[in-house]
């Protein structure tokens, strides 16, 4: 079992510019979540995806969108980029009432 | 809204010390209660959690008890190992809520 995998791993991109990051769920698991941690702070829930729609989001823009395919995965959409979306971004995958399991994130770097 | 509030690190510790980390968290219902572990390079693992007042949970020597009356879920381990060199974060998840909410973390370094 490959667990939570999260592409690319690390990523640079322009202010202005706009990113998809991407996540597989663990197998098995049908519920995605997306977190957005800083340096040095701990992750802030951006939304969860759940049959395809968007089921919770927390304190995030617009600029924030994010789809969920028919095979689970996931992806998140960040349009006009600015310089404090750089932070680490983590998926999260869980099925029902289990335990949440993290990928190892997408550093991405707005210059 | 929820919160967590964790003890500020960085921490450094020589290896078999004891290890406490504090957390405080603030919510409007009955929250469960985790706490996770992030090794350098990693994602964050579930280290241990409680669901209900009272409850203990454990794993790996860590222990942390749910304590309703202080809004407490200190992390506790009796024997650390430079192995437990990570970032630890408490969090909480309401029982209507479908996110995880997270302090800040605690950075740990043990030295052999």
């Known amino acids: 079992d490959a667990g939570v995998t999260q592409s690319p791993t690390h990523l640079i991109k322009t202010r202005g510019q706009q990113v998809t990051l991407r996540c597989s769920p663990k197998?098995?698991?049908?519920?995605v979540s997306w977190y957005q941690q800083a340096l040095g702070q701990g992750p802030q829930f951006i939304f969860q995806y759940y049959e395809e729609e968007e089921r919770q989001r927390g304190n995030f823009p617009d600029r924030f969108s994010g789809h969920q395919f028919p095979n689970y995965s996931s992806e998140l959409n960040v349009n006009a980029l600015l310089l404090g979306d750089s932070a680490l971004y983590l998926c999260?995958?869980?099925?029902?009432?289990?335990?949440?399991?993290f990928g190892q994130g997408t550093r991405l770097t707005v210059v | 809204g929820d919160s967590v509030t964790q003890m500020e690190g960085p921490v450094t510790l020589s290896e078999e010390a004891f290890l406490t980390i504090n957390c405080t968290y603030t919510a409007t219902g009955y929250p469960s209660l985790f706490w996770y572990v992030q090794y350098p390079g990693e994602g964050l693992q579930l280290l241990l959690k409680?669901?209900?007042?009272?409850d203990k949970g454990s794993n790996k020597g860590f222990e942390a008890t749910y304590r309703k009356e202080t809004t407490s879920f200190h992390l506790e381990k009796g024997s650390v190992q430079v192995s437990d060199s990570a970032v630890y974060f408490c969090a909480l998840s309401e029982w209507n809520d479908y996110k995880l909410s997270f302090g800040a973390g605690t950075t740990v370094t043990v030295r052999a």
């Open positions: 409680a669901t209900k007042a009272d």
């Open positions: 197998s098995g698991h049908d519920t």
């Open positions: 999260a995958s869980t099925f029902g009432d289990t335990e949440a399991f």
